[in-house]
């Protein structure tokens, strides 16, 4: 009795498959014509995209070893500005970086216009648009007053982590530089002391304190010479 129980219901699911396939069919067809295709694509992607990353970390290898030849400057900047202009996003930041930094060893003005346009661009992550930043601070440090430094660094200087601390750094040289010995004590003691600072940033910051130039004397100032005595007899008069 089993046996011919389990038959019918065969039959009935049979009969049902039919149904649907009868009615279904055709869309059922074409969604695992959608899945191969969906899938292949993907695959293709992947391939494609594998192989442009590992030509761009080509090229850009090949630009790096150009940078570390100083006779070959040029071409490092043509073989950079190439990966800048056509790379994957990637390796385009890294070659924005790296063609700042070499412009910056030409010129400083320039290669801080650079890094401020990595910093002012918003399509770029944020700690990647504050390291700009900073380095953009680090090639102006020895020609930019202090004021205007502050105003390149105010958005990191009371920030928390390592870049806040850097530029703390920064401007402490740059008070150093402009002979300002009590704000860049001021700086210097702050690495010194606060329990998060990087221990780099800190023992340079001790260095640095030992060798503060001495504050400026003031010119003494020379005594007045009290006026002659009069006479009685003219006071008199």
């Not at 800048?84 to 070499?102: H, I, M, Q, T």
């Not at 660094?153 to 530029?167: C, D, T, V």
Request: glycine fraction near 6%; charged fraction near 30%.
């Amino acid at each position: 009795m089993s046996d011919i129980i389990r038959e019918v219901d065969e039959e009935l699911r049979r009969e049902r498959l039919a149904k649907i396939w009868k009615q279904y069919g055709g869309y059922i067809v074409g969604a695992a014509l959608l899945i191969v295709a969906a899938t292949a694509g993907w695959r293709a992607w992947e391939y494609y995209a594998e192989k442009a990353a590992a030509e761009a970390s080509a090229r850009f290898e090949a630009a790096q070893k150009l940078a570390n030849d100083d006779a070959k400057s040029d071409e490092a900047k043509k073989a950079l500005g190439d990966i800048v202009a056509n790379g994957p996003s990637g390796y385009k930041l890294l070659a924005r970086f790296r063609l700042a930094g070499e412009i910056g060893e030409k010129n400083a003005q320039e290669g801080a216009a650079a890094f401020d346009a990595i910093a002012a661009d918003t399509s770029v992550e944020q700690n990647f648009r504050d390291i700009a930043r900073l380095r953009a601070a680090k090639l102006l440090v020895d020609t930019a007053s202090p004021e205007d430094l502050k105003k390149r660094l105010e958005p990191l200087l009371g920030a928390k982590g390592n870049f806040g601390f850097s530029a703390k750094e920064l401007m402490a040289l740059a008070y150093i530089r402009a002979g300002d010995r009590q704000n860049a004590e001021l700086q210097l003691i702050e690495l010194t002391l606060h329990p998060e600072a990087p221990q780099s940033i800190a023992q340079r910051a001790r260095a640095l304190i030992q060798i503060l130039p001495e504050p400026k004397e003031k010119p003494a100032v020379a005594p007045q010479t009290p006026p002659p005595a009069q006479s009685p007899l003219l006071k008199k008069q």
